[in-house]
Structure formats: structure tokens, C-alpha cells
């Protein structure tokens, strides 16, 4: 009888302890977990390269940040109706300072890091070659327009080239050049602190006409009326001489001799027209009157 009864009270003390370490038991004596703090997420903006043409874009990991109340700052001011998950405005300036602070729930604040406006690389808007229908003998300069975001001073430098081959680093170029040469130009911009994007244009020159030279010889013997006329071309061409307006029987050669045998009745003024060309379209015509006065 006495065995039975502790074996009997053994069974139940096993009992009891194989009850104490059930999983609900277990499960009971851990501590409750806290909720996870809003502190430990990291607001984020972009992006970190910025300038004043950028829009800047909010965002955290593990935060819905629809429920968020947004706001954007400048320099640590708020800015009026930017409360939006991004956020552009004109008014920022290089070096301001534009950071996203976030309430949650109306409780816990949670701030980003600062990002400072960079500058803005200068821009060239417009830039062409002056004359725009360059010939031998022109000086060849720029008509070029710059901007720049943040008002800062820009300077262009200049970079010619002549078929291909360096040429100067001047505002203007002289040349000298020839009916065909290839020209051009890069221009680059330069704000004091940052070189913007460099555009080249380029142009041709083109033929020249021919021009006339003062100082023709005029002489008038015995009846003969004789003007050699002085014309050049630029561009070393062969030129041509035709009268479109003269006197029955004035001639001119190749050499521009201009001759005409007088008589007594044409003693009088005559409007004459030369008309000189080139071998490649360039022409020019050269006006004068013949007075003859028979004594």
C-alpha cells in the first residue's frame, strides 16, 4: 500500500510539471514586444546632385508616407503649399539648403538631410558666324547669346579652325582665306566656376565677286575714245567684261579696253554699263558716263 501511493505521487508531481512547460505556459511568460518606433526609418530626398532646375522626390523604407503630413523647407523655412512627395521651385538659389521634415501621426517628426543647391553650368542659346555669307578678305566674328540659372558672369572662349586645321583663339578671325575654305568655331562657356556644354558652328566661304579699282585710264586722240578699265577678283578668277549699256560702236576686249570711234554728231554725254563676272556667278556691274566734246 505504501508504494503504491508514491508511485501514485510521482506520477502526479510529472504531471504537473510536463503541464508548466506546455508552449501556452511558454508563450504567457515572455514579455509583450514593443511596436516598432518611427525613429529607426530614414527620410530620404532626391536627387543629391541638385541645381535650380531640379525636382527634388521624397521617400523612406518601411513608412507610408500617403499618410505622412509632408512639408518641404528652404534654408529651414517652410515653403507655402509644398506638401507634396515632390517639390520644384524657381525661388531656390545655389547654395540653399532644401530638406523634407514628415509627421506621423500627428506625433513623431522625422527630418531628412540637407541638400545644398549646386550651381548651374551657363548655356549658349544662339550662336552664328558673321558675315553669313563669308568672302576672301572678311573678318569673321560671332553673334553668340549666353544664359545662366544663377546670374553668375559668363565668359566664351573661342576655338577657329580653317579646314580642318587650328586657327586661333580670338573673338574675330582675318584669315586670310579662299573661295572654299571649311571654317569654323567652338565655343565653350564659362561661369567662374563650371564650363558648360561647348557647341562648334561652322560656315564656308564663298565666292567673291569682282570689284572695280579707281584710277582707269581715259584718253580721247584723234577721233578714238579709248578706258581702260582696272577690275580684280578676290579669288584670282578669270574675268569677263560685257557692255550692257554704251554708245553704237563702243567695244570692250577681255583685258576691259574699252574703244569707240567718235563722230561729230555724238559729241555729246553717253551713260555706259559694264557689266564684269566671274567664272562662278559673281558679277558686278560698273556705271559711268562718256562726255565728248569736239572742238
Known sequence: MYRFCFISSLYILLLSFLFSCSPEKQKEAQPPLSPPSTSSYKLEIQPLEATRDSTFYISSKGLDLSRATIQWLVNGLPVENASGLQFRSTDVKKGDKVQARILINNDEE?????????????????????????????????????????????????????????????????????????????????DGEEYGRPVTISTEIFNSPPHVLTGGTEKFQNNIYSYQLKAIDPDGDTLTYSLKQAPEGMTVDKTGLITWKVTDEEAKRHPVTVLITDEHGGEIKYNFDVVISIH
Open 110 to 190: 522625422i527630418v531628412s538631410d540637407k541638400i545644398i543647391i549646386k550651381n548651374t553650368p551657363p548655356a549658349i542659346t544662339k550662336a552664328k558666324i558673321l558675315p553669313a555669307f563669308s568672302k576672301a578678305g572678311d573678318t569673321l566674328k560671332i553673334d553668340a547669346a549666353v544664359i545662366d540659372r544663377d546670374d553668375d558672369e559668363v565668359s566664351l572662349s573661342y576655338e577657329w579652325y580653317k579646314n580642318g586645321e587650328p586657327s586661333g583663339k580670338g573673338k574675330s578671325f582675318e584669315g586670310p582665306f579662299k573661295r572654299g575654305d571649311k571654317i569654323s568655331v567652338r565655343l565653350t562657356p564659362f
